[in-house]
């Protein structure tokens, strides 16, 4: 498995949790990591994402101004602030050949980490 995902947890609205995504392999610096979410009975969504090489970083509009992904190293991270329910979903970070917006564009999976928001 070359991608690990973990930090997923039950927190109250307004709260915080940080995902880790643990990236093994060889990563281009053209390649991309990103994070996607799926509720139960919806589409998997993407979140955010990150270029390996440069860093530069893309956000849903669900998301901007709320959550922040970085990267140290083999790591890349997803910081969530001011959580709110309709955040719960199982969140996913994933690796493809270059930045994407839509499932198909990653060709990598982690297993996925649940996240759940209370009210």
């Known amino acids: 498995v070359q991608l690990q995902a973990s930090g997923g947890g039950l927190v109250q609205a307004g709260g915080s949790l940080r995902l880790s995504c643990a990236v093994g392999g060889r990563t281009f610096s053209s390649a991309a990591v990103g994070w996607f979410r799926q509720a139960p009975g919806k589409e998997r969504d993407f979140v955010a994402a990150?270029?390996?090489?440069?860093?530069s970083t893309y956000y849903a509009d669900a998301v901007k101004g709320r959550f922040t992904i970085s990267r140290d190293y083999n790591t890349v991270y997803l910081q969530m602030n001011s959580l709110k329910p309709e955040d719960t979903a199982v969140y996913y970070c994933?690796?493809?050949?270059?930045?994407?917006?839509?499932?198909?564009?990653?060709?990598?999976w982690g297993q996925g980490t649940q996240v759940t928001v209370s009210s």
């Open positions: 994933a690796r493809g050949a270059d930045l994407g917006y839509a499932p198909a564009d990653y060709k990598e």
């Open positions: 990150i270029r390996w090489g440069r860093r």
